[in-house]
């Protein structure tokens, strides 16, 4: 771990003078992509060990989730030891709640988050999930609104809470005075000047190839399944009493995604085509820049300075992979790993504090 740790460093080091190509990460996987920060494997595998005795087994060799986990520990550790983390962004479905599930008030992970707010992080809900009016987020995220609003932050750091949807497409903030908790944000206020230039003619022509190909897809793989066009986003989800099964799911991305490709417009305008569990959508924009929004309505966070947690890397039909290309990230399997997550983030940060005073 620590020859590993050594050669990712030396390629961060590369990074920063522009010599990325040149690092010997880079000539071992050149496929490698740029580090936001350095990352603590050495710390990390020795306190993940102590967690998961890893070290101690006899018979099972170190796990994917083993290692997983002990990325996510080394980048929480960087971030911390190079604090403050000024934005934590969180993915919505199996990442704070249960997948099709609401953030209900008993909720673990609500005081957590409180907690970051309350050391001066900035939180953002970075989600696929698409509606114009803040009613339908408030459905969903009711129990951390609601503990936002009763508790004692101050009213600055209140607004310090956004919802960006549709992957890109929306942005809320809190709001103290609205029923709803939130308010829609103008577009010219979070909006980054790549995305003021995607015409609106670029984005109807991407759903309607989009819309084409799921009901070629929906014909041909015989799904029992609904077509939904929104204004930023074309999808299919199962008839009543059915459901769809991974594979099949997988298939339709998959589709989706090399047909957008191969399109002219599919060049000019970025779109995420995404498993949701249950159903499948393809939507302008992804979380990459959904996260980057973030960073620029809290007045240009770097990177370096952000974590992305969510529950959907795997290259193939996730939509968390991309944000990826503007932070820091986590990859978790469920809301408990969130919520231990944040705890190790409190107490790592602890653990900072103390060492520097």
């Not at 071992?28 to 087994?57: E, K």
């Not at 609500?110 to 009613?135: C, F």
């Not at 890397?313 to 939509?319: D, E, Q, R, T, W």
């Amino acid at each position: 771990m620590r020859d590993v740790e050594d050669i990712v460093s030396e390629h961060f080091a590369c990074q920063q003078d522009g010599t990325q190509n040149r690092s010997k990460l880079k000539l071992l996987v050149p496929s490698v992509a740029n580090f936001f920060t350095p990352l603590a494997l050495h710390d990390a595998f020795i306190w993940q060990d102590q967690r998961r005795f890893i070290s101690h087994r006899r018979f099972v060799p170190p796990s994917f989730n083993d290692i997983r986990l002990i990325l996510n520990t080394a980048q929480v550790m960087s971030l911390v030891r190079n604090g403050p983390l000024e934005l934590v962004t969180f993915d919505g479905d199996v990442t704070l709640y249960d997948d099709g599930e609401s953030l209900s008030p008993e909720n673990p992970v609500i005081p957590r988050i409180l907690q970051l707010m309350k050391t001066g992080s900035k939180i953002g809900i970075v989600t696929a999930a698409g509606y114009t009016d803040a009613r339908r987020y408030y459905e969903r995220l009711y129990g951390l609104l609601d503990a936002i609003y009763a508790s004692d932050l101050p009213p600055t750091t209140k607004q310090n809470f956004v919802v960006i949807g549709g992957e890109s497409n929306y942005c809320f903030k809190f709001a103290e005075d609205s029923p709803d908790r939130l308010k829609l944000v103008p577009r010219q206020e979070w909006l980054l000047k790549e995305m003021v230039l995607w015409e609106e003619s670029d984005i109807t022509a991407l759903l309607d190839i989009a819309e084409a190909c799921l009901k070629d897809t929906v014909k041909n793989l015989r799904m029992e399944a609904l077509v939904v066009r929104k204004e930023k986003a074309v999808g299919i989800i199962p008839k009543p009493g059915y459901k769809f099964c991974r594979e099949v799911l997988e298939e339709t991305v998959m589709i989706a995604q090399k047909t957008l490709e191969l399109s002219e417009v599919g060049n000019r305008l970025p779109f995420c085509a995404f498993n949701g569990g249950n159903d499948v959508f393809v939507d302008i924009g992804d979380k990459s820049w959904g996260v980057l929004a973030c960073q620029r309505f809290f007045g240009g966070i770097d990177g370096g300075k952000t974590l992305h947690v969510g529950d959907q890397f795997l290259s193939a039909g996730a939509n968390d992979f991309k944000a990826r290309l503007a932070c820091t990230t986590a990859w978790i399997a469920n809301p408990a790993e969130t919520v231990s997550l944040l705890d190790e983030i409190s107490e790592l940060d602890e653990m900072q504090q103390r060492k520097n005073r």
